[in-house]
């Protein structure tokens, strides 16, 4: 695939939404579709009405729609961000850069899913246009309005390999970092994964799991219309309490979103809780596709040992090998996974910088954290748990 030149264009234009209600559900997820949950219309306009991505919260809804004539044929998430909150690749070192240099680095347009790093699809196109295609256009209407409206850049976080390296050709630089997926490679049971490790990995494994049981710890797995309102504001406490715990605030999401939002999105949602004598205690909040499992949230009453280890990561790998999905994607960060069998995975981000000197700078940059990011990936790959050969 490669970038339609500018001249076979001017066929389509370019339309930005300033919310997700100039577009009905109908009409965005005809083309977006609806198993990447976090595209769907209903979490978009869901993460909107909630009041968790507001010009207030510094997520100003910028959304991309694609037309050929009177048809849509593309649509793209898109923001205007007024800091870097909630993003997970980090760019505060670009925002002193373009301090110094007596720039504003803030507003700056962000493609994403809000205070989600889970890779996936970013464009999403109609049958008959190529994404190659449709990227060129998008590129010229965003660049364009970059320009018009004085806006330092364009980033596009956790696209898919494929639209990365068509990005990269088109000019846009590229940043990669690393997460740690799980794979399923035909596990018939939690104990069929286990015995691919080396012993000593196992046997730990095994203590951990063990110790949540010894402290009289029941956990329960609850999909889509089992997980009822008293689930729902208990997993919000636990999410609001470990928020302002590690980050001396309540987090980016609302009661309502988990309320409305969240309890909206059918069986595309596994909550996982832990119950001590009866009473919720902990929880761990999935989404899910046709063939992949995102952990997103994690929240706790109190601390217990081992606990989060089996909520957010053990039970996810157990509902996948139940379920028979390939893949399991549990969040940014946390070397930690590693050891528990979460192989280094490359992800992806590309950026668009309208100031030639400072664009200059970002495109040795990122090539030089590519190299470094490499280097990483082959020696956390040296770490994992698994017997050789």
């Known amino acids: 695939m490669t970038m339609q030149p500018a001249a076979e264009q001017t066929e389509f234009t370019v339309e930005f939404l300033t919310s997700m209600d100039q577009i009905t559900a109908m009409q965005w ?9 976090f595209l769907r219309h209903e979490f978009l306009y869901g993460l909107e009405k909630t009041g968790c991505t507001t010009a207030e919260t510094g997520w100003q809804p910028c959304h991309a729609v694609l037309r050929r004539g009177d048809s849509r044929v593309a649509v793209m998430p898109l923001y205007l961000k007024s800091h870097s909150y909630g993003e997970y690749v980090f760019d505060w070192s670009w925002a002193d850069a373009w301090q110094r240099s007596g720039l504003d ?34 590129l010229q209407g965003i660049t364009k309005l ?5 806006i330092s850049s364009w980033h596009l976080l956790f696209p898919e390999k494929g639209a990365t390296g068509e990005l990269l050709r088109a000019g846009l630089y590229r940043r990669t970092a690393t997460q740690f997926h799980w794979f399923n490679d035909g596990y018939g049971s939690f104990d ?5 490790f080396n012993s ?3 046997k730990t494994l095994r203590r951990e799991r063990k110790r ?13 219309a089992d997980i009822g309102e008293q689930e729902w504001r208990q997993f919000y406490r636990f999410y609001q309490l470990t928020y302002a715990k590690r980050s001396g605030h309540s987090g980016y999401l609302t009661r309502d979103f988990f309320l409305e939002t969240a309890a909206g999105m059918g069986d595309q949602v596994v909550m996982v809780l832990a119950y001590l004598n009866a009473q919720a205690v902990a929880g761990a909040l999935y989404f899910r596709s046709s063939d992949t499992l995102y952990g997103r949230y994690w929240g706790c009453e109190r601390e217990f040992d081992c606990l989060h280890f089996e909520a957010c ?7 996948c090998i139940e379920h028979k999905l390939a893949r399991f994607d ?21 950026h668009w910088i309208a100031d030639p000197q400072l664009a200059a700078a970002v495109g040795d940059f990122t090539r030089r954290e590519e190299r470094d990011t490499e280097v990483y990936i082959g020696q956390a790959a040296t770490l994992l748990p698994y017997r050789e050969g």
Request: proline share 8%; with cysteine; charged share 20%.
């Open 29 to 37: 997820n005809a083309i977006a579709g609806v198993d990447y949950p």
């Open 313 to 319: 990561y053990y039970q996810g790998i157990e509902y």
């Open 330 to 350: 549990p969040g940014a960060q946390g070397e930690h996974k590693i050891q528990r069998g979460f192989r280094p995975v490359k992800t992806y981000s590309n």
């Open 146 to 150: 970059a320009r018009q409206r004085d």
């Open 200 to 202: 000593r990995k196992r």
């Open 212 to 224: 949540v049981e010894e402290q009289g710890l029941e956990l329960r797995t609850l999909t889509g």
């Open 105 to 138: 680095y803030y507003p700056k347009l962000v493609t994403a899913i809000p205070f989600t790093p889970a890779t996936g699809p970013r464009l999403c196109t109609a049958p008959g246009l190529d994404t190659a295609q449709g990227y060129g256009v998008m």
């Open 192 to 196: 069929n994964f286990l015995a691919t």
